[in-house]
């Protein structure tokens, strides 16, 4: 299979695993098993939220190519909201590996130390 990614913000998680012709999608089992080369059926007949609905679902050359909603974060690396080519994964058998979309740790910053003043503002006594 061949899937193609687009940025999707949303906070709802990404599983796949594949199997054949069959895509597991969180949990959801869906059988693209029906559809011969040449021939392709709309994203939005497939009923998972993840398939861009606009886009096909269709087999060239005997392997299937569709398009996938990938979450994203407001936060998240602009390679993967904003790519500047799309991201394609060719996925086999077993569980589908899509890019790591999580925003990046924030900077530890490391506060000075704060030292006490003294009663008499530090002034000693003569």
């Known amino acids: 299979m061949k899937i193609k990614l687009f ?7 990404l599983d796949a695993s594949v199997k054949g012709d069959v895509i597991t999608i969180n949990g959801d ?7 011969p080369t040449g021939y392709r ?17 269709e087999r060239i050359d005997g392997v299937l190519n569709f398009t996938l909603c990938l979450p994203v974060d407001w936060n998240s690396p ?9 991201i394609v994964i060719d996925a086999g058998s077993g569980p589908v590996k899509f890019p790591d979309t999580s925003p990046p740790a924030p900077p ?17 006594q003569a």
């Open 7 to 13: 940025p999707f913000l949303t906070d709802e998680p």
């Open 78 to 86: 602009e390679e993967y909201r904003n790519p500047v080519e799309p």
């Open 108 to 124: 530890v910053i490391e506060l000075p130390e704060i030292q006490e003043e003294q009663e008499n503002g530090g002034l000693e």
């Open 41 to 57: 059926l709309p994203g939005s007949a497939v009923g998972n939220k993840f398939f861009v609905e606009t886009e096909y679902v």
């Open 29 to 35: 089992v869906i059988d693209l098993s029906g559809i």
